[in-house]
């Protein structure tokens, strides 16, 4: 069964830093597009960032842009988001989520695309 495990959510000042984790189970990161949602109370899930295998990317939201890094580590099988710079309106629960390897880049993230999804860590950013 193929699943994915976020980690390293918690409290922080805004301005602060957090790097969160995604680890796979039962794939292997190399074969799988990859992306980073969240959610805040009260809104709809929105797309982060995204890495591709099939070209092309990495996606970015606007509101992030510059201050969150995706990245990869195909030896350690896992994900990253790093955060910088963080705001209150960050304030969210982050999703990982995988996708086929022929899901590339197109300047949007559709969430359809992707069908694994972990339980979330939530990331909370104090004024």
């Known amino acids: 069964q193929v699943q994915v495990a976020e980690s390293g959510g918690g409290l922080v000042q805004a301005g602060g830093s957090l790097r969160l984790s995604c680890t796979p189970i039962g794939l292997r990161l190399v074969n799988y597009a990859m992306g980073w949602f969240r959610q805040a109370p009260g809104k709809e899930r929105e797309g982060v960032a995204a890495?591709?295998?099939?070209?092309?990317?990495?996606y970015y939201a606007d509101s992030v842009k510059g201050r969150f890094t995706i990245s990869r580590d195909n030896l350690k099988n896992t994900l990253y988001l790093q955060m910088t710079s963080l705001k209150p309106e960050d304030t969210a629960m982050y999703y990982c989520a995988a996708a086929g390897p022929s899901v590339c880049y197109r300047g949007t993230l559709n969430q359809r695309e992707f069908p694994t999804w972990g339980q979330g860590t939530q990331v909370t950013v104090s004024s």
């Open positions: 890495s591709y295998i099939s070209g092309g990317g990495p």
